[in-house]
């Protein structure tokens, strides 16, 4: 992201510097500051003074004395060339004066402020050598802020190749995204904190010994260990007898940091569990407090919405931010092409077998080697061999193990050494070889050499053997990284997941910077505590803060710091870790994301290739039968064939068979078929050939000659015809001055137009096709099209073609195979019998939209509901209950109450298998068990039917009394557990859950190789290195194996409370326990197996840290860099690659992936709108000045901020518990209670001002009304009962409900909560999935594990005893809560368990089917499921994520439409239905970027019109209808939209083009003839006998009625005289209906101006001629679009005044003053 170099293609564009100024004034006196070589020194200046700073500990100075002086002696030397360079740069630039003054620039400032704290550094040293000031002491915080000054060293590079101004830009929206999102995530936390306070407390009671005192509590008088009880009966933990429920007096420190006493307190511990680090012991603790239903819905709610939901939400934010400077900084990060490993180039030769590329190498170094031994370089076999060599090497070191009392660890020199030497000898013979074929110089240029070099180089080390098995063994398991050659799959993936080095590698750096810089500060922050290991030295304080860095474990340092600083500063440490660890782990870790995912796109031109290349590939597929069904090919034709002696006259001749008559119809010549057709129909002429197209080779290279010649004409015609002929590329064109996106994108539409003025199918395009296809000319398509527009039009027809064919080829199978489509090759194709069990197969509820009559949109109460009714068959409907009902009653089951002995389970059972029974009898019957097109068994939801219902029948008929562990019985078993898997066959959209999983199964599999192969590099050092040195004597005291003998006394563990005794007191409780020497509990390095598991177990985050200890403790210091690297590349990179993997893949299976930007923002855009509702907000009211008044007050934006202030204020109240024992309840209830009086007074005021009818049609309104209604309930009944248990709920629920108001005021937080929402609905059938895959799990764990005894973390709340206990323990393990702990207590083993005869008597567990149970869960649901979450979130996060730069609409353009459309819609019905006349006044009075200009824009907007008009056939349009039409108006179509939705825009748009132009045309000769006629009635005696003439006027009466307009009553009684014959002047003039004008010439049509400076003519002659049938008949189909009805007015005579045809309908100003413009323009273009 960081670098210096600037571009040098074409025109360099200047860097955005954001580093110092450092050439300023370089001509005067002082010009050493300026100098690069002074520069470098003061940044290795700067290095210095960071090592010094790390070294300033006393502890350090403890172990290493003489360090005290070379650190005072490295500042003293630093602080002064500082100094010199601030006196310097303050000579130069000045002090404060001037304006680059040195106080006046921000880095000069920084740098003031380091320079005073290396001298505030230096004397407090001093101080520290002389003895003034005590080594620990709280002084050394002076020196926190002086790690920052390795800011100097990388401020040099923050200098980006774009525009400042742009840089500014992408980080001020970023940062605006991320304070937003973190507001959000901050009113999470604070409605968690709140419920917490009310629904917890303080949770102070323990079980003690009768008689202790509260106030002087031992460890000898707690249970063992602690456990947390409930003072009350029959809710949470009872104590045992002997011991009683009392409440600890203790003090903050020494109970704890966490709880929920008060807000703050809560605050904390709701940040702390929603980390997913420590939560479960914290909802234990208030399950053994309080009713269990508390807890259970508090912790398990607040993981999924802030853990889940609203933390990655983060991610999505900064993925979002990184795609969009993706493409700004793409020259920095380097390309993203595949790797130019080698200088060579690639050229295209032509042989025998035909068409190959081969590799030329152009600089050509050559070695000294003879040509024979470099042909043998080329050679493939000699590659092979090296990487079979490389895997010999690498299963030999596997076969490496250890026994710690067998095999002494520090032998070294054994088989395995001198096997290594072998490795290494020929591996440095092959560098040599290589070397002597290449020259060095050819060598070295290709950076897998440089690799393979600096292999030969350590390894040759290595073997040394006083360097064998140490560090150096990191250069000989590196070797194996070499196999990823042996698969370019697998080498490609590496590329383009890792993309340019210097992206992750400035991402690597930043992070390693920030570690090393936070490590730094809190040493010195925190050093100054005697015996505190955490911050003592600088390695230690590094392990602490790469601790929090992980997650894992970060809160125990984080407490144990607490517990060093005291009570009064541990809030201050709290804030500054939790801040530490909000940062790494929502930005440093989501840009870890972001650059994988970044990697893993597609640049826009490929994506559209693959577009188009996906629909090629879904024709071609369509077209084959399943292997099933292609079996009937391989054998002979047998049709039922019919022989008639006689054919009587009442019977007709039977079907003669297609397939018979096809091989005569397909007979004939390959180059002289359809010629006639081609000739008629340039459709035909675009299919493709069917003999050339099914031309084998083999016959293609027999055609000789002209034959030949003829072939390849006509493919080349073939192909020609596929590109598109009559469309040009969308590039937006730019227009001048500022203009609307409408007017913009239709000006666009217009440009490309003007060129190809006719649309495909019409006459023109034909013409011009006929031209091109005569001979074939291609280079006209070259030119004047580019290659990039493909003719969706063959797609389709090729898709088409491709089911026909699939569809005849059925056909042809099922005439000439009697058992085809047969079911069971037994009942009959066409029996009753199958009839009927296809209807009931296939029943189910049609929903329907619409009227299939009228084609209006039906209404319905339960239009919600209909759907998911039809979403599958009823038959499905019936199993989806039977089979979730089943897996109820299988909840029931325990290791004591078996469905084998309890009659209700078996009858449970019986149903169940009865039910399937009939349902997989019908549907075989119905569609067949497999040898049919819709065969039952047709894919693998089939066989997982089949599959369960055998296994379900098997145990029903069995149902085995005696069930050993390991039998077949309980496989048989565990295998029934799959029931809860039938869901996902039954439900569709559960299908497609599990399609998108396994669509990315090969990347999913490539990050697991690749993690494997990781897990291996490292656990073959840790064999190495660690084999059989782990193993010590479980009592410390004992250092030696012979001495590793007897008893000794072990503390036990009681309680975390810091109460006395202390644990080394004799009296702390502790128990007799026999030593043994042996190896860790859960993990050693003996052998490459249990070096596998325990590096699996370390890449889950869960079990590092001890890990890390024990290396450290009983190995070396040193070799714990070999944990933290492990860690940090598996986590950090290899874990992100997971997230990475999934999202693409689900972005990929939903169509998302091959999006481009522009068709990304507009699937974005289409879900904004279809978000969007009207706002339903009544009009300012005139008529009465009290609502006037109220609707002023309410609107106002100070009274909106004022209510969600007191919306705040009332939520505070509940910082401390609601408990009617205390006296401050009363008296904050009453003040709530206040609160709710003055909300009940905003309802009125707001019911006032909007009128009943108004308040009611907004949802928030709603909403505001119920919470105020339930607190004045809850009012009533607090004063009523005086704040009891019962008022005292509903008054907090009613605050929390209330708070849920401030989203709404909030247009980020609505923006955000609308993201988690829809995530939410979307994510249902992922979350299900992931249950049901949950309670698969939690069945198979309670045959398996239900008896296990307990053990370190398997107890009391978190084991296998029920299904219910089950499913909270794999909830558990979904959050990584030492799963690795629970399954090592599963794999207990004799002698510490006793076996039985079945598997509910015994207490021992299954090491195999732990590993298997626990290792599938946790990758299948944390790695995958889980990712599919983030997945779903950042499609929604995208959905709102809207900027005002952006081309498509932004939220103030959908707001102004609302606000418009909320003004016009004066009914506001709740489901937004205007009339199309008012829909067209919306389109005249929006503002902003969808502004239509009717003097410029006329044109558009009368296209506009006709759309709307034919959305419903002239029926009433709804919200929706018309901003799609503005959003499809206002973008760049050929952008934005994917090719088959823009062939269906191009053909409405063409057809609305060419229909207004019909329509201008039809008006434009009716007003020339009215002209013509009112001419001829100029005369006064034409006038004079039209007086005397009334039938004259009674023929003119039904033109009156049907010219009418929406709103002009047509009962008006026609008054005689000229008025009369004024109305009938208007009406005779009237155009025909649905004539449109327009004043465009495109289409040969006069403007309206031209019409009106012509003399009028035949005036009389069209007030009495009956119209054309025929232009009657066709303008039925048009919707009624006239000028009368765009203008408000209709036309008139040019020398007589003009009034409103409105009549004063709209009453708003706006309205009016529109009118009166109109009319004014439309009397000076007439006059």
């Known amino acids: 992201m960081l670098t210096r170099k600037q571009s040098v293609r074409g025109e360099t564009t200047a860097m955005a510097d954001y580093g110092p100024d450092e050439n300023l004034n370089e001509n005067t006196d002082i010009e050493w500051v300026n100098k690069q070589l002074v520069r470098r020194v003061l940044r290795g200046c700067a290095l210095l003074s960071l090592i010094s700073v790390s070294m300033n500990t006393p502890k350090t100075f403890d172990l290493y004395p003489h360090l005290m002086y070379v650190t005072f002696t490295i500042d003293l030397i630093v602080t002064f060339m500082f100094s010199a360079e601030t006196i310097a740069k303050m000579h130069i630039r000045g002090i404060a004066k001037g304006d680059t003054a040195y106080l006046k620039d921000k880095w000069c400032q920084f740098d003031g402020i380091m320079v005073l704290c290396l001298w505030v550094s230096a004397i407090l040293q001093v101080f520290e050598i002389t003895g003034v000031v005590e080594h620990y002491s709280r002084w050394s915080i002076i020196r926190a802020p002086r790690p920052l000054i390795l800011i100097r060293v990388f401020r040099v590079f923050l200098k980006f190749q774009l525009p400042k101004t742009r840089i500014e830009s992408i980080f001020k929206r970023s940062s605006q995204q991320i304070y937003n999102v973190t507001i959000f995530f901050l009113f999470f936390m604070s409605l968690y904190g709140i419920l917490g306070v009310q629904f917890f407390g303080e949770m102070n009671y323990h079980c003690v010994r009768n008689g202790t005192d509260p106030e002087h509590v031992s460890a000898n008088d707690l249970a063992i260990p602690d456990t947390y009880c409930s003072p009350h009966n029959n809710s949470g933990y009872e104590c045992p007898r002997g011991m009683e429920c009392k409440p600890l007096e203790l003090s903050r420190s020494d109970r704890g940091f966490n709880g929920f006493g008060e807000f703050a307190t809560s605050f904390f511990t709701v940040y702390e569990a929603a980390s997913q680090e420590g939560w479960v012991f914290i909802m234990y603790r208030a399950i053994d407090s309080l009713p269990s239903w508390r807890g259970y819905v508090f912790f398990i709610s607040m993981i999924f919405f802030l853990a889940w939901l609203v933390k990655n939400v983060f991610i999505a934010v900064i993925i979002e931010t990184f795609a969009e400077i993706r493409v700004h900084f793409q020259q920095m990060w380097g390309s993203r092409s595949g790797t130019t490993d080698s200088d060579s180039s690639q050229v295209l030769v032509s042989d025998a077998d035909g068409w190959r590329m081969v590799t030329i190498d152009e600089s050509k170094p050559r070695g000294l080697a003879p040509p024979f031994f470099q042909r043998i370089l080329k050679m493939a076999w000699f590659h092979i061999l090296i990487l079979l060599l490389v895997l010999a090497n690498a299963i030999f070191v596997a076969t490496m193990q250890f026994d710690h009392q067998i095999i002494d660890p520090y032998d070294t020199i054994n088989r395995y050494y001198y096997a290594e030497v072998v490795f290494t000898i020929l591996f440095d013979l ?280 003829k072939l390849g004409v006509a493919e080349i015609i073939r192909d020609s015809n596929r590109q598109r002929i009559i469309t040009e590329d969308g590039v937006q064109v730019a227009i001048p001055g500022m203009r609307s996106l409408l007017s913009q994108q239709h000006q666009i539409r217009m440009d490309i137009r003007r060129s190809i003025r006719s649309r495909p199918g019409s006459l023109k395009s034909k013409n011009q096709y006929q031209k091109l296809r005569e001979n074939g000319n291609v280079g006209a398509i070259a030119t004047e099209h580019k290659m990039d527009d493909f003719d969706i039009k063959i797609l389709q027809q090729k898709r088409h073609e491709a089911e026909v064919k699939r569809s005849q080829q059925e056909e042809d199978l099922r005439e000439n195979h009697p058992y085809f489509d047969t079911p069971l090759f037994s009942v009959g194709r066409d029996s009753r019998f199958r009839k009927f069990c296809k209807v009931v197969v296939s029943a189910r509820y049609i929903y329907q939209k619409r009227d299939p009559i009228t084609g209006k949109e039906l209404k319905s109460k339960y239009k919600h509901i209909q759907p998911l009714i039809g979403l599958v068959t009823y038959l499905d409907w019936v199993m989806i209950i039977v089979t979730t009902l089943s897996c109820i009653s299988m909840m029931f089951e325990t290791p004591t109450q078996r469905v084998m002995n309890t009659p209700g389970l078996r009858i449970a059972e019986y149903v169940f298998v009865i039910c399937m029974s009939i349902e997989m009898s019908l549907k075989v019957m119905a569609n067949g068990l497999f040898f049919t097109p819709q065969a039952v068994v047709r894919d693998i939801g089939g066989v997982l039917d089949v599959f369960i219902y055998a296994v379900s029948l098997v145990f029903l008929c069995w149902m085995p009394e005696k069930v050993p562990q390991n039998s077949g019985a309980q496989i048989l078993m565990i295998l029934r557990c799959l029931r809860p898997l039938r869901i996902f066959i039954l439900v569709p959209h559960m299908r497609a859950v599990v399609y998108e999983l396994c669509r990315g199964f090969k990347e999913i599999l490539l990050v697991s190789i690749l993690l494997v192969l990781l897990m291996f590099v490292f656990a073959s050092y840790g064999v190495q290195l660690f084999g059989g040195k782990l193993a010590r004597c479980n009592d410390p005291l004992i250092k030696s194996r012979e001495n590793c003998t007897g008893i000794f006394l072990r503390p036990l563990f009681v309680t975390k409370l810091k109460v006395k005794p202390d644990v080394s007191n004799d009296s702390y409780p502790k128990i007799y326990v026999p030593r043994v020497w042996a190896n860790p509990r859960n993990f050693n390095f003996d052998n490459i197996g249990n070096a596998m598991q325990a590096l699996f177990e370390v890449l889950s985050l869960e079990g590092w840290l001890e890990v890390r200890d024990v290396i450290i403790e009983r190995v070396n210091s040193s ?129 006032i001002a909007l009128s009943a009818a108004g308040y009611w049609q907004s949802r928030r309104n709603r909403f505001d009304m119920f919470v105020t209604c339930l607190g004045v309930i809850w009012i009533v009944l607090h004063f009523t009962f005086k704040a009891n248990d019962l008022s005292n709920p509903l008054g907090y629920f009613v605050i929390v409900l209330r708070f849920f108001t401030i989203t709404g005021k909030h247009a980020t937080l609505k923006m955000l909560m609308l993201t988690v929402v829809v995530s939410m609905f979307k994510s249902f059938f992922i979350i299900l999935g992931m249950f049901l895959l949950m309670l698969f799990y939690a069945f198979t764990g309670v045959i398996l594990f239900g008896c296990v005894k307990y053990g370190e973390d398997l107890g009391r709340q978190a084991n296998f005893k029920t299904a219910w206990n089950a499913v909270v323990l794999l909830f558990r393990i979904v959050t990584g809560e030492d799963w690795n702990k629970i399954m ?190 009112a001419k001829e009635h100029s005369n006064l005696i034409t006038n004079l006998r039209a007086t005397n003439e009334p039938v004259v006027m009674l023929e003119c009466i039904p033109t009156i009625t049907e010219t009418k307009e929406e709103g002009v009553d047509s009962s008006v009684a026609v008054a005689p005289g000229v008025r009369q014959r004024k109305k009938i002047e208007r009406n005779t003039s009237a155009p025909l209906p649905g004539m449109l004008q327009a004043p465009s010439r495109k289409y040969l049509a006069p403007s309206l101006s031209d019409g009106a400076s012509r003399p009028d003519k035949m005036s009389a002659v069209m007030g009495l001629k009956k119209r054309n049938p025929r232009l009657q008949s066709s303008s039925k189909n048009l919707p009624n679009l006239l000028e009368s009805e765009e203008m408000g007015t209709a036309p008139h005579d040019g020398d007589r005044p003009i009034g409103s045809s409105l009549g004063g309908k709209y009453s708003t100003l706006e309205v009016q003053n529109w009118w009166r413009t109109c009319v004014q323009g439309e009397s000076t273009s007439e006059q």
Not at 1500 to 1528: P, Q, W
Request: aromatic share 12%; glycine share 4%; charged share 20%.
């Open 430 to 709: 092959e560098a040599l070889f290589k070397i002597w074929c290449l020259g060095f110089h050819g060598y070295v240029r290709r950076s897998v050499h440089k690799f393979e070099l600096l292999l030969v180089i350590g390894t040759s080390l290595h073997i040394i053997p006083a360097f064998y098995r140490t560090q150096f063994t990191y250069f000989q398991v590196i070797r194996v990284i070499r196999l990823i050659k042996a698969s370019p799959v697998l080498e490609d993936f590496c590329w383009k997941i890792f993309g340019p080095g210097k992206k992750l590698g400035s991402l690597i750096l930043f992070t390693m910077c920030l570690l090393i810089i936070t490590s730094c500060v809190s040493l010195q922050l925190f050093c100054s505590f005697k015996d505190f290991q955490k911050f003592a030295t600088f390695p230690q304080a590094t392990m602490s803060m790469f601790q929090i860095l992980t997650q894992k474990g970060w809160n125990e340092v984080m407490h144990l710091t607490m517990w060093e600083t005291g009570e009064q500063f541990a809030p201050l440490v709290a804030i500054y870790f939790i801040f530490y660890h909000l940062f790494v782990t929502l930005i440093v870790v989501s840009l870890f994301v972001a650059v994988i995912l970044d990697n893993l796109e597609l640049d826009e031109d490929i994506k559209k290739l693959k577009q188009l290349k996906l629909r090629e590939q879904v024709a071609e597929t369509q077209q084959n039968l399943p292997l099933r069904l292609r079996i009937f090919e391989k054998f002979p034709d047998r049709p039922q064939m019919v022989h008639l002696n006689k054919l009587p006259s009442e019977f007709s001749t039977s079907r003669m068979r297609d397939s018979f008559m096809r091989q005569f119809l397909e007979q004939g010549s390959v180059f002289t078929r359809g010629a006639s057709k081609e000739a008629d129909i340039p459709l035909q002429a675009v299919r493709s050939d069917v003999g050339a197209l099914h031309m084998t080779p083999s016959k293609k290279k027999s055609l000789t000659g002209v034959a030949e010649k």
């Open 1119 to 1247: 070799h714990g860099v070999f944990i933290h690297l492990f860690v940090f590349i598996g986590c950090m990179i290899g874990l992100t690659l997971f997230v990475g993997v999934v999202i693409a893949n689900y972005m990929e299976n939903k169509g998302t992936a091959l999006l481009t930007v522009d068709q990304k923002r507009w699937q974005d855009l289409m879900g904004r709108i279809k978000l969007a509702q009207p706002l339903h907000i009544p009009p300012r009211p005139e008529h009465s000045w009290l609502r006037t008044l109220m609707y002023d007050i309410t609107q106002n934006i100070a009274f909106k901020r004022g209510v969600a202030f007191l919306v705040l204020a009332n939520y505070s109240l509940l910082a401390v518990p609601w408990l009617s024992e205390e006296p401050h309840t009363f008296a904050l209830a009453t003040v709530s209670a206040v609160f709710t009086m003055l909300f009940l007074l905003e309802v009125i005021m707001k019911n």
């Open 1384 to 1573: 090592h207590d599963c794999m207990v083993a004799p002698p510490f368990c006793t076996r039985g005869s079945n598997f509910w008597k015994t207490d021992c567990g299954n090491f195999k089917a732990a590993l298997v149970f626990f290792c599938t869960f946790y990758v299948i649901i944390t790695y995958i499921v889980l990712n599919l979450l983030v997945a779903i979130i950042m499609e929604n996060f995208s959905l709102f994520y809207s900027n005002e730069e952006d081309a498509l609409l932004s939220y103030n353009d959908i707001r102004q439409f609302q606000t418009t459309w909320n003004l016009v819609n004066k009914n506001r019905k709740a489901h937004g239905v205007i009339s199309v006349r008012r829909a067209k006044l919306v389109l005249r009075l929006l503002k902003g970027r969808l502004e239509v200009d009717l003097e410029k824009d006329r044109l558009l907007f009368r296209h506009m019109c006709y759309e709307i008009e034919k959305l419903r056939n002239g029926d009433d349009v709804t919200f929706h209808d018309v901003l799609s039409m503005l959003a499809y108006r206002s973008v760049d179509i050929r952008k934005s939209l994917q090719l088959e939705e823009l062939l269906v825009r191009e053909e409405l748009e063409y057809t609305i083009e060419e229909e207004v132009a019909k329509q201008t045309i039809r008006n434009w000769l009716d007003k020339c003839l009215k002209r013509i006629r």
